[in-house]
């Protein structure tokens, strides 16, 4: 088979070949998925060197634009991350197959079954950022899965995803997967005119900003899997162990603070605001954080008061706000309120604290004694991820492969019809599981 010249076609023809493309893929052993997804992974290896020259055009450009630091970061393809990227697409072939699987098998009556199996969706739409690895974790799901992909990242990365998407197409070649599976788009009207294409498209997946997401949401008939934005917050409760808290609180803002999961809100129990907070600000200082601080922080601590905005703001960035709270019910409260309800984690020693602040804080991902910034699809164990999802109906938090599937029921007679079954004599159902 070969690489498929659909890029060029209008959209409406696009996506058709992509629908085409879906179905003969969605009916793929799993050997043949898996091949294609290895065959995915050779390609990009063996692209390297022009995916490399295309994401330092990229970020060239984008420097001249004057990209702010952390978003160059995102967009950055080195070798290590690129080399990081191959093995995450292996990873998932390496995954057992979603497809298939019977989750439900019942008789209903002698002779009469009902199974209920996973199958792919069909076509995603998946809009996501200016971050390159992204776009191969996001395939190599697609295609594991069973699932055609339309994808559009931010226009910083163009040549980038162009050259990764031209890598892919032609391992794809070498394989049972028509290449007309993975498409590209590049620009915002085409995503205007995608939202109208629910004939063809199955789930739209936009990864960005909740005003973003919104609009999408707005604007299309085709059902929304929204991956919004991420204010997540630390809260340091009385009991937390300090050393831990400084460790946690720098790794969640600085580790790569563009990415959704980073801290934007550090929340800090009064009794030990005077001893933590120093050693905090310290060790954030070190890394040229800037901080924010609520009316009390600021009388512990000198640094810029932080205004009302400022708890609703992701800074995606070296910044971070502080507040002062005199309990874990005003910590959930302010997280409840301000938070995306996407990653949210509390340092205690304290184990019913502990509890109490999983169990009330309203997000997708509640963690104890460990940073925000595990909430990933990789980190979970699920090969890679689409994003992470701040909807509250499943799918939640990292979207894996498990998220990219449906089911549906396979009801298998001989002959059966409903008339027994109702009316005043009604037949009784076995409904025995198997
Ligand atoms: N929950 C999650 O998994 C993720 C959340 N995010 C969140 O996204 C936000 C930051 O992302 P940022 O880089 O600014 O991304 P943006 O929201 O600016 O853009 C993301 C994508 O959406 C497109 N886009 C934005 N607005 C429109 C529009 N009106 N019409 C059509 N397309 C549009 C962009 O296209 P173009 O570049 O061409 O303008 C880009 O492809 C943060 O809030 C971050 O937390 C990001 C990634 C994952
Ligand atoms: N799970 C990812 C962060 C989520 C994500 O996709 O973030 P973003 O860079 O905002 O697209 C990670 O830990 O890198």
């Known amino acids: 088979m070969t690489a498929s010249p659909v890029a060029s076609l209008p959209l409406t023809a696009i996506a058709k070949a ?55 970061n995102r967009l950055k393809l080195d070798e290590t991350k690129l080399k990081a990227a191959i093995e995450g697409v292996r990873d998932v072939g390496k995954l057992a197959d979603p497809v298939g699987t019977v989750q439900i098998q019942r008789e209903l009556d002698e002779g009469l079954i009902l199974k209920r199996i996973t199958c792919p969706v069909g076509v995603l739409g998946i809009i996501f950022e200016a971050r390159p690895d992204a776009l191969i974790q996001i395939t190599s799901l697609a295609i594991k899965s ?10 910083e990365a163009i040549r980038s995803c162009e050259t990764l ?97 980073a801290i934007e809100t550090l929340l800090v129990h009064s009794a030990i605001a005077p001893t933590f907070l120093p050693l905090a600000a310290a060790a954030l200082q070190k890394r ?5 601080g609520d009316e009390v922080t600021c009388q512990i601590l000198e640094m810029a008061a932080a205004t009302e905005e400022d708890w609703s703001t992701e800074y995606n960035d070296l910044v971070l706000s502080i507040k002062v709270v005199d309990s874990l019910e005003e910590a959930i409260a302010h997280i409840n309120t301000y938070g995306s309800r996407h990653t949210d984690a509390i340092v205690t020693e304290d184990p019913n604290i502990a509890d109490t602040f999983l169990n009330q804080v309203d997000s997708a991902n509640v963690f104890h004694n460990c940073s925000t910034r595990f909430a990933d699809g990789f980190r979970y164990g699920f090969g890679a991820e689409v994003g992470i999802s701040t909807q509250k109906m499943p799918p939640r938090g990292p979207v894996g492969l498990e998220g990219l599937i449906t089911y549906k029921y396979k009801v298998t007679g001989n002959g059966h019809i409903v008339a027994p079954y109702a009316g005043k004599d009604a037949k009784p159902f076995t409904h025995r599981d198997f």
């Open 288 to 292: 040229n954080v800037e901080l924010r």
């Open 146 to 155: 069973g699932n055609g992909v339309i994808l559009k990242g931010g226009k």
């Open 18 to 72: 992509t629908r085409q493309a879906a179905r003969q893929l969605a009916v793929l052993p799993t050997e043949a998925r898996n091949q294609a997804v290895e065959a995915i992974a050779q390609a990009l290896e063996a692209a390297t060197p022009e995916i490399l020259a295309a994401n330092a055009a990229d970020c060239q450009a984008a420097q001249a634009e004057g990209i702010a630091k952390p978003l160059y």
């Open 165 to 261: 998407v031209k890598a892919i197409h032609q391992g794809l070649s070498t394989t049972a997967v028509d290449a007309a599976a993975v498409q590209l788009l590049t620009t915002r009207e085409e995503i205007r005119a995608l939202l109208q294409l629910d004939e063809y498209v199955d789930l739209i997946i936009p990864r960005g900003s909740n005003e973003f997401v919104r609009y999408v949401q707005e604007n299309t008939r085709i059902p929304v899997l929204g991956h919004a934005d991420g204010i997540c917050h630390l809260y340091i409760d009385r009991a937390a162990e300090l050393q831990k808290a400084v460790e946690i609180t720098v790794d969640a803002k600085t580790q790569y603070p563009a990415v959704c999961n």
